[in-house]
C-alpha cells in the first residue's frame, strides 16, 4: 500500500512553509485545529517580524496574538510559542534540539509536533500520526489502536525506517485528497484491491470522482 501510494503522490511533503527548524515548530504549533493552507498565510508576516527565538521570548504578546489570530486558538496558541521559545532561550541557547526527548518538553510541543520537527527540519525519520494519519492506518488494517502513540509504534514496525517521514505524508496527503473522514472516495482510490475498508464510501467511480479533492492544502 505505501508503495502504491508512493508512486501516486511522488512529491508528497511537509504542506507547512517553513526555512528553518524555529519557522517550522512555530508553523506545526499554529497549525494545530487549523489548516496549513491558513497557517501559511499568517506566517510570512510572522516570521519576517520574529527572526529568532529571543525575538518571540520578548515578544508583546497582544501582537503576537493579533498576528496568528485567524489561525484559531490564537491566546493559547501566542501563550504555547512563547513558552516554548523562553525554554529554548533557557535551555538550548536559543535554538531548536534535534532529539525528540528535549523537543517534547518544550511548552506546547507534543510528540506529533516534534516529529514534524525532527522529520523535516532535521532529516530524523520521524512518524507523525495525525488525525489523518490514524483514521487511515486503522482502514488500511495496520493497527487497531487508538492511541496514537500506540499507533506509531506499530507502524514503525512495518515501515523501514527510512521511510517514516515519507510515509507519514503520503498517508496525510491520501486523507486530504481522497480517503477523507466523511464519504472516502473509495471507487476513485488507487488501494482499492488492497484495503480491507473498500466500500465504506461510494464506489461507482464517476460518483467517487467527485469526492476528491485535488489539492494543494498549502
Ligand atoms: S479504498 Fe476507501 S477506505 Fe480504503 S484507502 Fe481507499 S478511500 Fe480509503
Given at each position: 500500500m505505501d508503495r502504491i501510494l508512493t508512486e501516486t503522490y511522488p512529491d508528497a511533503h511537509c504542506e507547512l512553509d517553513f526555512s528553518n527548524p524555529l519557522e517550522l515548530l512555530v508553523a506545526t504549533i499554529l497549525s494545530a485545529q487549523c489548516t496549513d493552507k491558513r497557517v501559511n498565510i499568517v506566517t510570512p508576516a510572522l516570521f519576517a517580524k520574529y527572526r529568532a527565538a529571543e525575538e518571540y521570548a520578548g515578544a508583546d504578546r497582544a501582537e503576537l496574538e493579533e498576528l496568528i489570530?485567524?489561525?484559531?486558538f490564537y491566546r493559547a496558541k501566542a501563550g504555547s510559542i512563547i513558552g516554548m521559545a523562553q525554554a529554548l532561550c533557557d535551555r538550548h541557547g536559543g535554538e531548536v534540539p534535534g532529539r525528540l526527548d528535549d523537543l517534547v518538553k518544550?511548552?506546547?510541543?507534543g510528540r506529533k509536533t516534534a516529529n514534524v520537527v525532527l522529520g523535516n527540519a532535521f532529516g530524523v525519520p520521524g512518524i507523525t500520526v495525525d488525525t489523518h494519519f490514524q483514521r487511515l492506518a486503522q482502514r488500511f488494517g495496520w493497527t487497531t489502536e487508538t492511541d496514537p502513540v500506540k499507533v506509531e509504534h506499530v507502524v514503525a514496525e512495518l515501515i523501514p525506517r527510512r521511510d517514516w517521514t515519507m510515509t507519514s505524508h503520503r498517508l496525510i496527503w491520501h486523507g486530504r485528497r481522497v480517503c477523507h473522514a466523511r464519504r472516502p472516495a473509495c471507487g476513485a482510490c488507487p488501494l482499492t484491491a488492497l484495503?480491507?475498508?473498500?466500500?465504506?464510501?461510494?464506489?461507482?467511480p464517476a460518483q467517487a470522482a467527485k469526492l476528491v479533492r485535488p489539492g494543494p492544502f498549502s
Open positions: 489570530r485567524s489561525t484559531g518544550l511548552p506546547g510541543v484495503c480491507p475498508s473498500y466500500g465504506i464510501g461510494p464506489t461507482d
